[in-house]
């Protein structure tokens, strides 16, 4: 097969997804090939436990436009999307989880938008099948969240699922924090920017990824990679707690000299000592995070380790492009 530069690129991050990588396939080269155009398929194998790189692998055998990229260990999605990134050569690069929550077909919408002339084209869920009402309350929660805590406009209701331009991916792939909330990425970068709505089916076959624990580490790391508003909570509780303190002085020397009988005793104190102690521990919590964040940076590890690549040229070696 002679090399050529694809002009599309489809990313996927897979992790355990032996039962859906043959219909993902099936859907995704269907899509694509009905374009007529050069595209290539990158998978990347996040430390699966199952069967799924070697599905990968024969997969590429009998298609040499899946390409795979394994990582010597799990190191999570966000982290399995940003390889992708430095590894895909398309002019257009398309995002999609495995699971076939986010329809392939949806790929030829964001396409069309491309086309138009938009950089970034993000596809807003309209309606969630399939999901439980507390993971949609939560996630739609987040969402408003952080919309309106941070400074970057991130889209409401919109995941990882999109299309980028050659140009935006270049310009993310300068940036190597360690905790990445892709999607805020994509938004801080600008450019030209519009939002494709469709419906999220449920998941094919298997068990959820993103189990509560993980979606509020991803949540955590929104937050702080975008925002300064939790540290400042605690300057503002600190005024609030000053002004409460300052009254319930004046109020208790007022309430004594009248030889009021109120507000005796330790368990006031002891109340109060307990609430300052709490609020105390939870701010601690927090600068914590941040400051290790600020470890993981300073240490400057690789955002990955690839043992393996499959379909890329011989002389490519196993680093990003």
């Known amino acids: 097969m002679t090399q050529e530069r694809s002009r599309y690129s489809v990313i996927v991050p897979v992790y355990n997804e032996k039962e859906v990588l043959p219909e993902l396939y099936r859907r995704l080269t269907e899509v694509m090939s009905s374009l007529q155009e050069p595209y290539e398929i990158v998978m990347v194998n996040d430390g699966s436990r199952d069967q799924s790189a070697e599905i990968v692998r024969e997969l590429h055998e009998k298609d040499p436009h899946i390409k795979l990229i394994n990582f010597s260990r799990n190191f999570g999605h966000q982290i399995a999307i940003s390889a992708g990134m430095d590894y895909a050569v398309g002019d257009a690069v398309v995002i999609i989880d495995a699971d076939l929550q986010d329809p392939p077909e949806v790929i030829r919408d964001l396409i069309a ?5 938009y950089d970034v084209v993000y ?3 309209a309606q969630r099948k399939g999901e439980t009402f507390f993971k949609s309350f939560t996630a739609s929660l987040f969402y408003r969240i952080i919309y309106r805590i941070t400074d970057v406009d ?3 209701d919109t995941g990882d699922f999109r299309l980028m331009d050659r140009k935006v991916v270049q310009t993310m792939g300068k940036m ?3 905790h990445r909330f892709m999607r805020g990425l994509s938004s801080w970068v600008g450019f030209r920017q519009t939002g494709v709505e469709y419906v999220r089916e449920e998941r094919f ?3 959820t990824h ?3 624990r993980r ?4 949540a955590l790391d929104g937050i702080t990679s ?3 508003f939790p540290l400042q909570m605690a300057t503002y509780l600190g005024f609030i707690t000053a002004g409460v303190s300052l009254v319930s002085i004046i109020a208790v020397v007022f309430l004594r000299l009248y030889g009021h009988q109120a507000l005796q005793g330790q368990a006031t104190t002891l109340v109060g000592v307990l609430f300052l102690g709490g609020v105390q521990l939870i701010f601690l919590g927090i600068i914590g995070e941040y400051l290790g964040r600020i470890y993981d940076e300073v240490k400057n590890r690789p955002l990955y380790i690839v043992s393996e690549t499959v379909g890329f040229e011989k002389e490519e070696r196993l680093t990003p492009r």
């Open 113 to 117: 938008k491309w086309h138009e002339g």
């Open 123 to 125: 596809a807003v869920r």
């Open 154 to 156: 991130i889209p409401l």
């Open 176 to 178: 190597r924090e360690k």
């Open 205 to 207: 076959a298997g068990e």
């Open 210 to 212: 993103y189990p509560f």
């Open 215 to 218: 979606m509020l580490r991803l």
């Open 226 to 228: 975008f925002s300064y």
